[in-house]
């Protein structure tokens, strides 16, 4: 059971006591679900006390009746008020308790009414609000908006200057029926004559004192150069919206073409150190653009060369000095030192700028190959392979379910291994083969025959016999 209140200073989220207050909550939320308390203004601003609220016009404004309870607002003017409830148990007691304002009733003091105003404590222990405030609920979010409300620039009456008012009224909760005849608008209503009278100061407007068309000129202009910064740092051309530029560096322009960086430094110097002086040229064709940019090493150096050489003649030319306003070169340092710092950071940490990837690794790193070992560091060796074939299988196994999974690289190792053991397999029988074949022939009859060895053991006799005789004839 809970309300959201949307105020120009910021949303308010107030809790009910239905069991406490009920009738008190069930007006309250009635009134929110029909709109009445939009565009209502915030006054009687008590700082670190109350403020108060719940009337559409306000009071004391023209056409203000004080407000009115749901039942006058449906059933007339004789409903108007309703009889307040108070709680013994609930007090005042902490910042953000939401009470009904309440009037004498015609039984004197203990019999009050309550209509639509309500009031919201801005301090701890406001004990003068008990028996006179009836309380229905407390904020739970919203505080920095009673600091805002609290804050406020009032007058002597407790109305601010500046509008502080409820938007809208969002019933987030609501546990009551509707009584007859409640109809709950389609949209919010628009603020009527008699409210758009009461507005002092806009909540869009700005409290600044008028300013002459001069100083309105300078403000303007320097809005417009916040804004163009804001966009050339979003772009990358600044490394920072409010970048200023050295203040040792002077822009010399108007040169001779002919007049060189040592010539121009030359002169320079005479005023204090000089860290650096460059003409500017052309990229492409090298030639002199008629500037330059002398960096000095002190503030009060540079400040005196600008009085002293500005007209100054220089190669039958006279040039002008004035204070540079480039960024460039911080620009360039900056982008060069964030560079470096990112890919340190990605070289360290991560991949793609993020610590969460890492880059992947196709091949051995060849520092973990020990010097002793003549091995290449580009393939796996024969442990490392079986070791990554065993996890891959086991990976394969995992994800298709369990022991019956047949993943298609097991069944290429099986097929491969069939394949080597059937050549295997055939090349012992035909080894078997050829030995059977060898056996045969030792044992046929041609082989156990002993005339047929002593035949040619003779036949071999004779021709060295006969290569004997032969030779001792030539001899003769």
């Not at 559409?56 to 409830?85: C, T």
């Not at 409640?182 to 409210?195: A, G, I, M, R």
């Not at 822009?251 to 430094?265: G, H, I, R, S, W």
């Amino acid at each position: 059971m809970s309300v959201l209140l949307e105020t120009s200073a910021g949303d308010i989220v107030i809790d009910l006591f239905v069991d406490d207050a009920p009738k008190t909550c069930l007006n309250f939320l009635k009134l929110c679900k029909v709109k009445y308390y939009n565009f209502s203004p915030i006054y009687n601003i008590q700082k670190d006390f109350s403020f108060q609220t719940g009337d559409p016009i306000g009071p004391g404004q023209g056409g203000s009746d004080g407000g009115s309870s749901i039942w006058g607002k449906l059933q007339g003017a004789s409903k108007k008020y309703f009889e307040s409830e108070f709680s013994p148990k609930l007090k005042h007691a902490e910042r953000g308790t939401v009470s009904m304002a309440t009037a004498p009733g015609g039984g004197g003091d203990s019999n009050r009414i309550s209509g639509s105003q309500f009031l919201i404590t801005l301090g701890d222990s406001l004990d003068y609000l008990d028996g006179k405030g009836s309380i229905f609920g407390r904020v739970v979010e919203g505080f920095d908006t009673l600091e805002a409300i609290n804050a406020a620039f009032c007058d002597d009456k407790g109305w601010p200057l500046k509008d502080i008012r409820i938007r809208h009224t969002i019933v987030l909760d609501d546990p009551f029926d509707d009584p007859e005849g409640l109809v709950e608008p389609p949209e919010s209503p628009v603020p009527t004559k008699e409210q758009l009278a009461t507005v002092r100061i806009g909540e869009d407007e700005d409290i600044d004192e008028e300013v002459d068309e001069e100083t309105a000129e300078v403000q303007r202009r320097e809005r417009e150069a916040r804004a163009q910064a804001l966009t050339l740092e979003m772009v990358g051309d600044l490394p920072f919206a409010d970048v200023k530029p050295p203040e040792n560096v002077l822009f010399v322009c108007k040169l001779n073409p002919v007049t060189q960086d040592e010539d121009l430094e030359l002169i320079f110097s005479r005023f204090g150190k000089i860290l650096s002086c460059e003409v500017i040229r052309d990229k492409r064709t090298g030639d002199s653009l008629q500037y330059a940019f002398v960096e000095f090493e002190n503030q009060k150096d540079c400040e005196q060369a600008y009085f002293k050489m500005d007209g100054v003649l220089i190669d039958d030319h006279r040039i002008h000095v004035d204070f540079s306003q480039s960024v460039s070169k911080l620009s360039d340092s900056w982008r060069i030192d964030t560079n470096a710092k990112r890919r340190a950071q990605t070289n360290s940490k991560g991949f793609g700028g993020s610590t969460q990837l890492q880059r992947k690794q196709h091949y051995k790193s060849g520092d973990s190959v020990s010097s002793s070992k003549k091995e290449y560091d580009l393939v796996f060796d024969s442990s490392e392979q079986s070791r990554f074939s065993k996890e891959r299988g086991n990976l394969k196994g995992r994800e298709g379910g369990g022991k019956g999974y047949r993943s298609r690289d097991s069944d290429g190792y099986r097929d491969r291994d069939k394949d080597r053991n059937r050549e295997r397999h055939t090349s012992s029988r035909s080894y078997e083969r050829r030995r059977s074949r060898s056996r045969s022939r030792s044992t046929s009859p041609k082989r156990r025959d002993p005339d047929r060895r002593e035949k040619h053991h003779d036949r071999d006799r004779d021709r060295n016999s006969g290569r004997n005789r032969r030779d001792r004839y030539e001899r003769r």
